[in-house]
């Protein structure tokens, strides 16, 4: 298992490398934002730790130049308590976060669940599963696109998750236990409003506006629902 730590604190780098190793983990470190950039298009990696803060590009650009060419998993470090970071970091394309006061049985459990769900997305069949047609939304979960009328649809892999799960359950609520429990591994501890950020991102990418949706309706104290055609103002 092939993993590319880029952060500027060599000590955390060496922590993280002495404590995967032994698991069967080769850690590469590097600790600028360029040269992460580099290596990441230079080798094939399981998964990616990113820092925030880094020299020469933050980690957020780090991010967006990684997501033109790779959907490797990528887990952000961010400062402890900085929930700001940690919706950016989402937004533009992270699997998820860790603060950095995070224990290495936390960032063991992280890194493994990431890294599944990679290896079962990468393993699915193109051709098991129809195309969901809501309107003039489809989404094709064997190829994961997703076209708005005749526009594609650039999302992130958590994005097209939920997408999917929304429209399989289309005209009916799915609470965000489900949908956690659809895009991420059950024994996995997620952020707790990573679900509300990527239906924000989400909505965003469809053009819905949340006050008069087309799409995505948040049902108060439940979760969220694809609206069928003729459904809007329900």
Do not use: W
Not at 42 to 71: C, H, W
Not at 118 to 131: D, F, G, Q
Request: charged share 30%; hydrophobic share 40%.
């Amino acid at each position: 298992m092939r993993l590319l730590v880029i952060d500027d604190d060599r000590k955390l780098c060496r922590l993280i490398r002495d404590y995967l190793e032994p698991m069967g983990y080769h850690v590469t470190a590097v600790h600028t934002g360029p040269e992460g950039v580099e290596q990441a298009g230079k080798e094939t990696y399981q998964a990616i730790i990113l820092d925030v803060m880094l020299p020469g590009l933050d980690g957020f650009e780090v991010l967006k130049q990684i997501r033109r060419q790779s959907n490797v998993p990528v887990l952000m470090l961010t400062a402890r308590g900085d929930e700001s970071d940690r919706i950016v970091g989402l937004e533009i394309g992270a699997d998820d976060y860790l603060p950095k006061t995070f224990s290495t049985r936390e960032l063991l459990a992280r890194l493994r669940a990431v890294t599944r769900r990679s290896t079962l997305s990468a393993k699915a069949e193109p051709t098991e599963e129809a195309e969901l047609v809501v309107g003039n939304l489809r989404v094709n979960p064997g190829a994961r696109t997703a076209v708005l009328g005749d526009q594609p649809l650039d999302l992130t892999p958590v994005e097209f998750d939920l997408l999917a799960s929304l429209a399989r359950g289309r005209g009916r609520v799915k609470t965000r236990e489900q949908l956690l429990d659809e895009i991420r591994d059950r024994n996995y501890d997620v952020f707790d409003r990573s679900i509300d950020v990527h239906i924000s991102a989400l909505r965003k990418k469809l053009g819905d506006d949340p006050k008069t949706p087309r799409f995505i309706r948040t049902v108060r104290a439940a979760g969220y629902m694809l609206i069928r055609p003729g459904d809007e103002g329900g």
